[in-house]
Nanobody, 112 residues
Framework: QVQLVESGGGLVQPGGSLRLSCAAS????????MSWYRQAPGKERELVAQ????????NYADSVKGRFTISRDNAKNTLYLQMNSLKPEDTAVYYC?????WGQGTQVTVSS
């Protein structure tokens, strides 16, 4: 079955960096577009970034443009989200998604 397992979250100070990973299995990873979403407490889940199946096309939410980079390694069936210049408002649970499948999420907390 389809499995998406996120990792790499944690506590980081404002201005710091984290790299999230999403290990995928149970489907042909290289043929699917992938996305990162996040959900902060009391807020709706929102799209953070998308990447096409081959990685040649990406899109970002305005709030993360220039700070976050989505990428993928199709040989490793893994999706990444490099997050730089983190802000307190980036605090959320981050999820990877493909089609109708979601991972369990990884917590990112930005605080001094």
């Amino acid at each position: 079955q389809v499995q998406l397992v996120e990792s790499g979250g944690g506590l980081v100070q404002p201005g710091g960096s984290l790299r999230l990973s999403c290990a995928a299995s149970g489907f042909t990873f290289r043929t699917y577009g992938m996305s990162w979403y996040r959900q902060a407490p009391g807020k709706e889940r929102e799209l953070v970034a998308q990447i096409s199946s081959a990685g040649g096309s990406t899109n970002y939410a305005d709030s993360v443009k220039g700070r976050f980079t989505i990428s993928r390694d199709n040989a490793k069936n893994t999706l990444y989200l490099q997050m730089n210049s983190l802000k307190p408002e980036d605090t959320a649970v981050y999820y990877c998604r493909t089609a109708n499948f979601w991972g369990q999420g990884t917590q990112v907390t930005v605080s001094s």
